[in-house]
């Protein structure tokens, strides 16, 4: 059973730099996509950006090239880094796998997410 | 970017109604699309994938239909842990989008 937990600060200031790491346990991280996903306090659910294991990501426009997402694979991790953040990047930030299609391929449908961790940005 | 428009916002429903959730996208996107449930506090859970397919572990209640640009989720008799607040995603073109959910309540 494959299970994903997020990991980082609670709280970061504005301008500052927010880091998350998405530990994954109970399997391997080969072969599949995984991304990240936010929500706004009482809002809805914002795509950020995915990584196949391989190192190739893709990711939002809307937030302005300010992403990073990286992975190793040696650790079962990946992670985001959203630089120059604001008020407006406060939310709960998710973890995800994709569900696997076949090789190279994803239905683009999250079967599998951490549980979640908020982040507030205020100095 | 493809837009997705989800209706109702909310509805209320007696247990064992039959619950039904559109969703309509901006452009075609196909089959791509996906549906989650979200309890308050909670993390999203898959549905249905690629438009109709249930996800595994799924009670079978649950059902999705559609293709190009209008999708339904339908919920055959609606049970008191359903409620919550429901999603449809497409993933034909990126960036993938949500729609903005509905919430779902127990009259």
């Known amino acids: 059973q494959v299970q994903l937990q997020e990991s980082g600060p609670g709280l970061v200031k504005p301008s500052e730099t927010l880091s998350l790491t998405c530990s994954v346990s109970?399997?391997?991280?080969?072969?599949?996509?995984w991304g990240w996903i936010r929500q706004p306090p009482g809002k809805g659910l914002e795509w950020i950006g995915y990584?196949?294991?391989?190192?190739?990501?893709n990711d939002n426009p809307s937030l302005k090239s300010r992403l990073t997402i990286s992975i190793d694979t040696s650790k079962n991790q990946f992670s985001l880094k959203v630089r120059s953040v604001t008020a407006a990047d406060t939310a709960v930030y998710y973890c995800?796998?994709?569900?696997?299609?076949?090789?190279?391929?994803?239905?683009?449908?999250?079967?599998?997410w951490g549980q979640g961790t908020m982040v507030t940005v205020s100095s | 970017d493809i837009q997705m428009t989800q209706s109702p916002s909310s509805l209320s429903a007696s247990v064992g109604d039959r619950v039904t959730i559109t969703c309509r996208a901006t452009?075609?996107?196909?089959?791509?699309l996906a549906w989650y449930a979200q309890k308050p506090g909670k993390a999203p859970n898959l549905l249905i994938y690629?438009?109709?397919t249930l996800q595994s572990g799924v009670p079978s209640r649950f059902s999705g239909s559609g293709s190009g640009t209008d999708f339904t989720l339908t919920i055959s008799g609606l049970q008191p842990e359903d409620i919550g607040s429901y999603y449809c995603?497409?993933?034909?073109?990126?960036?993938?989008?949500f729609g903005q959910g509905t919430e779902v309540q127990i009259k």
């Open positions: 109970g399997g391997s991280m080969n072969n599949y996509y």
């Open positions: 995603q497409q993933s034909y073109s990126s960036p993938w989008t």
């Open positions: 690629a438009a109709s």
């Open positions: 995800v796998r994709d569900k696997r299609a076949g090789v190279g391929t994803s239905y683009g449908a999250y079967e599998i």
């Open positions: 990584i196949y294991y391989s190192g190739n990501t």
């Open positions: 452009q075609s996107i196909t089959t791509f």
